[in-house]
């Protein structure tokens, strides 16, 4: 739930913004990302993509007011699209995968200090990476030809890495229990 909260402030900018729209879609987002981390941004432990999605939607929003050109109107679906990206890998950069963070919230901590749990998060941010480089190319294409490019790409490849991103865990701690299980069963046969 709570990664889909940080999504909540793109969510919110991709469906205001349109022609004309990026002022408003933008400031938008810029409210649903101060309101949503207000008591983290006092405790500072502020979360990579949502302090990636803070500074990205403040300097749009900044820039939306101040610049009268329009580029950023056209292109703020795949510019967002690739600050996504951006702010993903460089997590990866880092060695600090964004998910981590937030599976955190969701696994015990005697796990946290594993190379599987690391290796876990490392490979669904990567999964995220390539879905947002997708989804940045295929908005791009979008921009000039409206028409050739279907949105549903674009939805599929989120939904495809949401669906990831869920089974993903559930089959590497599978894949650890059937190899836990094939010592026992050697040695039961010896």
Aim: aromatic share 18%.
């Amino acid at each position: 739930m709570a990664i889909f909260l940080s999504f909540l402030p793109w969510i919110v900018f991709w469906i205001l913004s349109g022609p004309y729209h990026y002022q408003i879609a933008a400031l938008a987002a810029t409210l649903v990302v101060i309101l949503l981390n207000i008591r983290n941004i006092k405790r500072r432990s502020i979360k990579i993509l949502d302090m990636g999605t803070l500074i990205f939607f403040v300097v749009l929003t900044g820039i939306s007011f101040l610049s009268k050109s329009t580029w950023i109107d056209h292109y703020s679906a795949p510019v967002s699209s690739a600050v996504m990206f951006f702010i993903a890998a460089l997590s990866l950069a880092i060695r600090k995968p964004f998910t981590i963070q937030y599976a955190y919230e969701q696994v015990e901590p005697e796990y946290w200090d594993s190379p599987q749990f690391y290796a876990t998060n490392r490979t669904i941010t990567m999964v995220w990476c390539i879905a947002f480089a997708i989804n940045s190319f295929f908005s791009y294409l979008y921009v000039g030809h409206p028409y050739k490019v279907d949105w549903v790409i674009i939805i599929l490849v989120i939904v495809a890495a949401v669906k990831f991103t869920a089974w993903y865990p559930d089959f590497v701690e599978s894949k650890d229990r059937q190899k836990e299980a094939q010592p026992k069963q050697m040695d039961e046969e010896n």
